[in-house]
Structures are given as C-alpha cells and as structure tokens.
C-alpha cells in the first residue's frame, strides 16, 4: 500500500458562494467527504496551515485511490499529490545499490 503527502490549497478563482450559509452548505459537504475518506483509512491525518487557505493530508491506498479522493474536492481545492517511501525503505534501496556501484 503506497503513502502519499498530499499538499492542498483553496483555488481562489472556484465558484465559491458569497452567501455565508451557501458557504457553509459547501464546507459542510466537504468536511463530509472527507470524513468518510478518514473513515475508510484513506486519509490518515489532515491539517491546516496557520494561513488558514492550505494544509496537508497523509493518504494511504493506492494512485486510483489518491486520484479518487482529490477529484471529489475539484474545482474548490488545488492539489500537490506526492507518493513517498519511509526512511527505511530509502536506506535499504540506497544501501542497495551503492553495494551494486560498488562492485562493478
């Protein structure tokens, strides 16, 4: 199962509403959507900046999992979707072919 860094800020030129209640409407179905994302182990973490417009989200599942969960946000929220590899993993690919550099 792959983890991804999922970076996300509001897109300033969406079609957001300018009526306090239709904005919170709008807010309320997103928070939805991404409770049930948590729900389902998808997103393990979600957090704002201070600048209270972007945040971070940890995501687990796979790329059609990654595409599927940002694509529900689309076109209120922008997204920098990134797969990463643990701290482990990277020593034991990194040591690998070092070892394999080396012996050529």
């Known amino acids: 199962m792959a983890r ?3 970076l996300w800020h509001s897109n300033p030129v969406a079609p957001w509403p ?4 239709e904005y919170l409407k709008l807010q309320e179905r997103m928070w939805a959507g991404m409770d049930n994302l948590m729900r389902q182990g998808l997103v393990k973490e979600l ?11 940890i995501g687990e599942g796979d790329a ?7 694509s529900m946000f689309m076109p ?3 997204f920098e979707v990134h797969e990463t590899i ?10 690998a072919v070092c ?5 050529r």
């Open 86 to 95: 643990s701290y482990e993993k990277a020593k034991e690919i990194t040591r």
């Open 47 to 57: 957090g704002y900046f201070a600048d209270g417009r972007s945040g971070y989200a």
């Open 4 to 6: 991804f860094l999922i």
């Open 64 to 70: 059609a999992d990654a595409f599927r969960a940002v």
């Open 99 to 103: 070892k394999a550099a080396a012996q």
């Open 18 to 21: 300018t009526n306090p209640e």
């Open 76 to 78: 209120y929220v922008e």
